[in-house]
């Protein structure tokens, strides 16, 4: 018989506004199992505790170590599972890649069947596409205010405020400058930081620079 990890979780406040106790849960997963053939192996519960992020749920964890191929991993809904697309989205991923199924009873999304493989397929796709909708709009928003000399949050390194706008500081613009032709000429993230490092030059914040602050400043010159 093939084996299934019921993954039910509840906070105190969702318990009393929306009647999704840890018992019904448990009663309706319970159910889906029987009258489709499950055994339902392990029961992983986090109690009072958010679904905002996955790391925090010590349960869930555990039911996403349960997981062989051909187990499903069975949830009341997909909000019991995650509030964010991208963790379910992630978590998803994982289940395939141990060839296991993914079910939540109240969107009734089922991966044991070809019509919900296809229904999740999509589902990542819109998300996909929202996510790059709202990367477009961004990139936008940064350069019209760029290009008006308007202060965009974080203040870039290269500029100060004033009075709403950006002001050029002329000694961390020639920074900038020697980091965009350091980039030119094939140098690294790391390689420029480590310099910048050699050299004292701080950061914005009067830190260190890494590969990321650098890359971050380049990208953000080019939006």
């Known amino acids: 018989m093939k084996q299934a990890t019921a993954y039910i979780r509840v906070s105190t406040q969702e318990q009393a506004a929306e009647g999704v ?3 019904a849960q448990q009663t309706r997963i319970t159910a889906w199992c029987e009258a489709n053939g499950y055994e339902l192996a392990t029961i992983c519960i986090d109690a009072g ?3 905002s992020r996955m790391d925090n749920r010590p349960e869930l964890q555990r039911a996403l170590q349960a997981i062989k191929k051909g187990n499903a991993l069975v949830v009341y809904s997909l909000s019991r599972l995650g509030r964010s697309t991208k963790d379910i989205l992630n978590i998803s ?4 890649s141990r060839q296991a199924d993914l079910v939540s ?4 999304f089922d991966t044991t069947t070809a019509a919900g493989k296809l229904m999740f397929g999509m589902m990542a796709l819109l ?3 929202e996510r790059g909708i709202v990367s477009e709009r961004t990139k936008m928003a ?8 308007e202060t965009y949050s974080p203040v870039p390194f290269g500029y100060r405020e004033a009075k709403g706008r950006l002001v050029e500081v002329k000694r961390e613009s020639r920074v900038v400058a020697d980091i965009l032709n350091r980039r030119r000429a094939g140098q690294s993230y790391g390689a420029i930081a480590d310099q910048l490092n050699n ?5 914005k914040q009067g830190r260190q620079w890494y590969a990321s602050t650098v890359h971050y400043l380049v990208k953000r010159q080019a939006a």
Do not use: H, M, R, Y
């Open 21 to 23: 106790s840890l018992e």
């Open 49 to 51: 505790i958010s679904g």
């Open 93 to 96: 991923d994982l289940l395939q």
């Open 105 to 108: 009873l109240t969107e009734q």
């Open 127 to 129: 998300s996909e596409f």
């Open 142 to 149: 940064l350069a019209q205010k760029k290009a008006n000399g």
């Open 199 to 203: 050299q004292g030059v701080p950061t």
